[in-house]
């Protein structure tokens, strides 16, 4: 019986959160706020602590594009450090695309989403750009 | 950390000691996919970085577990934090080869990977076969294998049993670019 009762009870939890949404990029506040130097610095001195602080979190990253590519609908913008050592990797939600054709290699940015870690490079994902990159012109 | 700078330093300088064989991609794919009777479950993982060297065959990849993106929310979160614990292994990497590389003298054509597969410390030996498609600047590796949940010592919990499968089948498609 106890088990029963046990079973309908985390049954009732998983059909519960099952469906929990993702969370909201455009309308949460990021956590943190850094430039791309700042972020990129804190991961070649520390792997293992900068993960902590960055890893999971909705972040926002002020810096330079290096690089626009689009990949399979997705597109990729690179944020490069002045040493060129690595950079910022950041994956676009497709509803940021259209505003992704408007941007130009060279220009500064900020770019809201959240970061998955470090392999060479800084790995975002589920990236948008932040009003501000429009508004100011 | 010094350490980290002359591991990067090394990377870079081995890299352009060879850097007409080195063929490398950040945009690299690779996802899982679980069958059972309740449910099928998909993570796809666009972030994969891959590193193949032509002279030796040699093929390095690595990806961020946390990199893998599910339907939904709660599956992505008990993947990372119960399943793979990625807060404590963040990283999978294969190291290997590519058999018979260098005589492979069509464009488009299978070979055979063998190598080992890390992942929430464990250790994996895989032998896989792969379609390879060589051009002119360009070196796409696709293809798949399967994995058993339990030879990585990952624990299903009771509950969710029926809902993942013990085999899971692991896709793959790179598209290597000379490194400059």
Redesign the interface.
Known sequence: MIVLVLIIISLFFIINLYNKPFIDIKKSNPELEVTAQEILDDYLADEYSANEKYVDNLIQIKGEIAEISFDKGVSIITLKDRSGFSSIICHMLPEANLNVLKLKKGSQITIKGVCTGYLFDIMMVRCILTNSNFNEK | ?KN??IV?LL?LMSSQLFSQERYLT??G?ISFFSHSLVEDIKADN??V?SVIDKKTGEIAI???M??F?FE???M?EHFNQSYVESYKY??ATFKGYILNLKELDVQNGTVEIKGILSLHGKEKKISTIANIQILKDQINLSGHFMVEVADFDIKIPI??RNNIAKTIKITFDLKHKPYK
């Open positions: 950390m980290r700078i990067i990377f950040k945009e794919y666009y972030q970085l690595q990806l961020l946390k990199s993106m939904k929310a709660l992505q963040p990283k509950v969710v």
